[in-house]
């Protein structure tokens, strides 16, 4: 009889036919050879100040992307002036834990400075500037970390449910082009780096479509594309497995693969229309919204679980065609559900709980992984 012990994803003492022999126990390995398995990091996991989660990411993890150090706001505030400190560090811990390392995210329209698309008067800049701005940031971003960083999330969020085109600032200045060209500069940067379209709402027909002619266009024009990231910022009910199935079967259809980049679970009653994961929602926080502050009974815990490992089941079943699966932080305190799209409740929305413990699935997972 198979017994596992997650707690911090130690190597464990296995006892077999009476020869004891040393087994290991943690996602990482029993994955490996299958796809990465990822977890996003905050400033304070990869400097050491948040002991017990850095420590989980450690052990359990092969993967890691910067939750927010790599995004445009905070390397390049300001025009010209860059800021490096936070992902030097990041990228510093990966290598110093073996971690596939991920960049996240070149192009967005959140979290990205206003000056970007503006000039002194505070109107539009010209496609051309544009262009050279953001040539500037992509290759000064791509270049610094050329060799250490090995796939960038290029273009974070480009296209809506319905599958139109995002106004972004970027789409409003430079049309779609803004994308190829993205990919373009990056490529131009790191040749060898890989290189990723990252979206939410991936099971949504209409995203479906536009994304795998967006794969297409690119390829037909030879713009290197290497996958396409499925966030999966997923809830109880939302989206339906078949359809998440359907567009990871419609992405892998392209030639491209498909990496699983933001996953976490959400137990919490959502009120956003769209379940997406729209950074800029926002609703007021209400007691009866914030259901399991105290505790979540067990009932719901395993239908958390069911549905967590029913992903993974079908991760597995398509692990030819996954090349990592990262969930969206480590400890369930780390998660940003906690505060979208309402500031202040208690989610418990990933693998690893509050106090560093691995969840059912965590077990389950190894299970099917060496099946
Ligand atoms: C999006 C972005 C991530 C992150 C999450 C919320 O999915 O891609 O960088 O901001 O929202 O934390």
């Known amino acids: 009889m198979k017994k596992y012990y997650f707690t911090l994803g130690l190597s464990f003492l296995m006892v077999g036919c009476g020869t004891p022999r040393i087994e290991n126990n ?17 400033i304070r996991q990869f400097t050491g100040m948040d002991v017990l989660p850095e420590r ?26 860059f800021f490096f400190d936070e992902a030097d ?8 834990n073996s971690m596939w390392i991920t960049g996240h995210c070149l192009v967005w329209h959140s979290q990205s400075p206003s000056w970007f698309y503006v000039d002194e008067k505070g109107d539009n800049v010209s496609p051309e500037v544009l262009k050279e701005r953001l040539k500037t940031h992509i290759t000064t971003v791509v270049t610094r970390y050329k060799g250490r960083i090995k796939g960038w999330d ?14 972004s600032k970027f789409y409003e200045i430079l049309g779609e082009e803004f994308i190829p060209l993205a990919f373009q500069y990056a490529h131009e940067a790191d040749p060898d780096a890989e290189l990723y379209y990252n979206d939410y709402s991936m099971a949504f027909e209409g ?58 679970l959400t137990v919490l009653p959502s009120l956003n229309p769209n379940v997406g ?20 009974p067990d009932s719901i815990a395993q239908t958390w679980n069911r549905r967590m490992s029913d992903f993974f089941r079908l991760f597995l079943k398509h692990q030819d065609k996954i090349t990592r699966v990262t969930l969206w932080g480590v400890c369930d305190s780390d998660s940003w559900r906690n505060n979208w799209p309402i500031l202040g409740r208690t989610d418990y929305a990933l693998l ?3 106090q560093g413990i691995a969840k059912p699935v965590v077990g389950e997972i190894v299970e099917l992984a060496s099946k």
């Open 26 to 42: 943690t996602l990482k390995d029993a994955l490996r050879g299958k796809f990465y398995i990822g977890t996003a990091l905050n």
């Open 56 to 81: 989980v990411a450690r052990e359990n993890f092969s993967a890691i992307v910067p939750e927010d150090c790599m995004k445009s706001i905070y390397l390049q505030p300001k025009e010209g002036e």
């Open 89 to 96: 560090r990041f990228v510093a811990w990966g290598e110093a």
């Open 154 to 167: 290029v273009v974070n969020e480009a296209i809506m449910e319905d599958g139109s085109w995002r106004k």
């Open 207 to 264: 995203k479906r479509n536009t994304v795998v002619q967006l794969v297409k266009t690119l390829k037909e024009r030879d713009i290197r594309i290497d996958a396409v990231g499925m966030q999966g910022h997923i809830g109880m009910d939302y989206p339906a497995l078949e359809e998440f199935e359907k567009s990871l079967i419609a992405f892998a259809g392209t030639g491209a693969k498909v990496v699983i980049t933001e996953l976490d």
């Open 277 to 296: 994961a729209a950074v800029e929602a926002n609703f007021d926080y209400r007691k009866e919204l914030n259901p399991y502050a105290g505790g979540l």
């Open 352 to 354: 690893f709980d509050r």
